[in-house]
């Protein structure tokens, strides 16, 4: 059998919609009929057609669909795929830190789940993080989570002194520093281009700094032939076709058998799962309506102030 036949076959048949996200295996990005950063794919799911939208990405991603387009089927082709940084933050803990901060609103990145959202003031996106935060008052008390590094790095160029969260992505952390300084000797021409998830002795490295779309788009402005890209390296996909004259070398890991750097939960998505989902239309994203109804409204305000 033809997977990928039998996938656009499916989503036809089905009045489907693939929407997925930058680091998803290649084969799934070739079917999808959208590919974007978390902003994108939270705007593209407002306005999409189809009756059902599977959601190519982990399930943070599915839930942020299925809030914003409650009348839709969302489906996902693994509902185990979480992240490691919406687990990072859990919704007593930051009920706790809230008591502990009256005064203070919440800005809560997207990598959040719905309950976590529920309990947010705004929810922001790294691509439109620094336009919201700079939206806010300057004397605004703000707390941001649960991403410490984006958080760092939104601080610094804001100027801002949020209180932050501690919580991270495993997948960013594990990029080096000192690997990335020496493969820039190597490469002197090459320019380096960061996901703010990382380190932040890693985005300091940066020529540029930005969500996966930021990233990719820079591409298109700058002179430069050769790109070091420090980030899970599905993004290379999309860059190799769209910028087939640049170069692209995936930037290199603490440990030494790692080339390309994996997200495993958003790799847990398989065209196999993918066929097995349409095919089903399951695993579906349930919200309960109660907590949907909270967690549109940071969503509606990020998306009101980008
Ligand atoms: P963006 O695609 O919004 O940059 O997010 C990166 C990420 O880690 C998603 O899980
Ligand atoms: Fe979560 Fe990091 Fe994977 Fe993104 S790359 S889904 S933030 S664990």
Redesign the pocket.
């Known amino acids: 059998m033809n997977l990928k036949e039998e996938i656009l076959k499916l989503k036809k048949e089905k009045n489907a919609c693939i929407m997925a996200h930058y680091?998803q295996d290649n084969d799934i990005q070739d079917v999808a009929d959208y590919i974007g950063d978390s902003l994108a794919l939270a705007k593209i799911a407002i306005n999409v057609k189809e009756d059902i939208i599977v959601v190519c990405g982990?399930n943070f991603m599915g839930e942020t669909a299925k809030i914003l387009s409650p009348n839709k089927k969302v489906l996902i082709p693994d509902i185990k795929a979480g992240?490691?940084?919406?687990d990072s933050c859990n919704p007593k803990d930051l009920k706790r830190l809230k008591e502990k901060y009256p005064d203070y609103k919440v800005i809560s990145y997207v990598?959040t789940t719905a309950e976590v959202k529920a309990l947010t003031d705004i929810v922001v996106t790294s691509s439109n993080a620094k336009k919201i935060v700079d939206s806010l008052p300057k004397d605004a008390k703000l707390i941001f989570g649960p991403d410490k590094n984006l958080g760092g790095y939104i601080n610094k160029v804001t100027g801002r002194n949020m209180l932050l969260w501690e919580g991270g992505?495993?997948?960013?952390q594990r990029f080096s520093y000192s690997k990335i300084k020496d493969l820039k000797k190597k490469y002197p021409d090459a320019e380096i281009l960061v996901h703010p998830?990382c380190k932040k002795e890693v985005t300091e490295l940066a020529d540029f700094a930005g969500s996966t779309l930021a990233i990719l788009n820079y591409v298109e402005k700058s002179s430069a032939k050769k790109f070091i890209v420090v980030t899970?390296c599905g993004i290379l996909h999309q860059m190799k076709i769209k910028y087939p004259d640049r170069e692209f070398i995936a930037a290199p890991v603490e440990e030494d058998n790692i080339e390309c750097n994996k997200?495993e939960?958003?790799r847990q998505n398989t065209l196999e799962k993918l066929y097995q989902c349409l095919k089903n239309e399951s695993p579906e994203i349930i919200i309960d309506e109660k907590l949907r109804k909270e967690a549109i409204k940071p969503i509606d305000a990020m998306l009101k102030l980008s």
């Open positions: 680091y982990v992240c490691s940084l919406a990598n992505c495993h997948v960013h998830e899970e997200c939960y958003m």
